[in-house]
Nanobody
């Protein structure tokens, strides 16, 4: 079982950058899909980015392509989401999630939240204009 723990959220001005971290102690996730999702008040949870850890493929929502990068740290124990050129509409609670069945590769996208088995508690990102 994977227990994701997010960190790195905060408040920034539009155009700024943040790097979110997801530590996942527990079972190895080298064969998982790992994803970042976000949820703003009154809105549904949406996929932001996902990484097929063993295959190396990354998937991004259209709204963040070219601005966000998902990657695994060199020590292989942390997942990151580098966010640049942030916009007020990026403000949300961001969640790290683990899909042990690599279903993100089958849908060739971040996939819906339901395909992810394990979730962190989230970290808040607020972007002011």
């Amino acid at each position: 079982q994977v227990r994701p723990v997010e960190s790195g959220g905060g408040s920034v001005q539009a155009g700024g950058s943040l790097r979110l971290s997801c530590a996942a102690p527990g079972d190895t996730w080298s064969r998982y899909c790992m994803g970042w999702f976000r949820q703003a008040p009154g809105k549904e949870r949406e996929g932001v980015a996902a990484l097929d850890i063993s295959g190396g493929r990354a998937f991004y929502a259209d709204s963040v392509k070219g601005r966000f990068t998902i990657f695994q740290g060199e020590a292989k124990d942390t997942l990151y989401l580098q966010m640049t050129s942030l916009k007020p509409e990026d403000s949300a609670m961001y969640y790290c999630a683990a899909d042990p069945y690599r279903r993100c590769t089958k849908v060739a996208s971040t996939g819906a939240p339901i395909i992810y088995e394990y979730w962190g508690q989230g970290t808040q990102v607020t972007v002011s204009s």
